[in-house]
């Protein structure tokens, strides 16, 4: 049984940091690419970060500079360091791990960025 459950999920004031975990169990997970999305009501789903099999990265725009992916295979965990949030970073993120056509979610933590 494939599992995904992040961690982390927080109130921060705006300007404040945050890291968010994501631990893998049921899957080999030095194989999959992992990624991190996020969501708001009436909204899709959109990439935040991304990180390889092989540890090249990959990031939304709104990301670049203050969030951070990554990874250990040691401990199946994928990692996301977000920092100087602003409130629109309010959302729910979610873990995504994906071999090919083998693609799962995790439940989700929620981020809130307010004063």
């Known amino acids: 049984q494939v599992q995904l459950v992040e961690s982390g999920g927080d109130l921060v004031q705006p300007g404040g940091s945050l890291g968010l975990s994501c631990a893998a169990s049921g899957i080999l997970f030095s194989r999959y690419a992992m990624a991190w999305y996020r969501q708001t009501p009436g909204k899709q789903r959109e990439l935040v970060a991304g990180?390889?099999?092989?540890?090249?990265?990959n990031y939304a725009n709104f990301g670049k500079g203050r969030f951070t992916v990554s990874r250990d295979n040691a401990e199946n965990t994928v990692y996301l360091q977000m920092n100087s949030l602003k409130p629109e970073d309010t959302a729910v993120y979610y873990c995504?791990?994906?071999?090919?056509?083998?693609?799962?979610w995790g439940q989700g933590t929620q981020v809130t960025v307010s004063s």
């Open positions: 995504f791990a994906a071999l090919g056509l083998r693609q799962y």
């Open positions: 990180i390889s099999s092989g540890g090249s990265t």
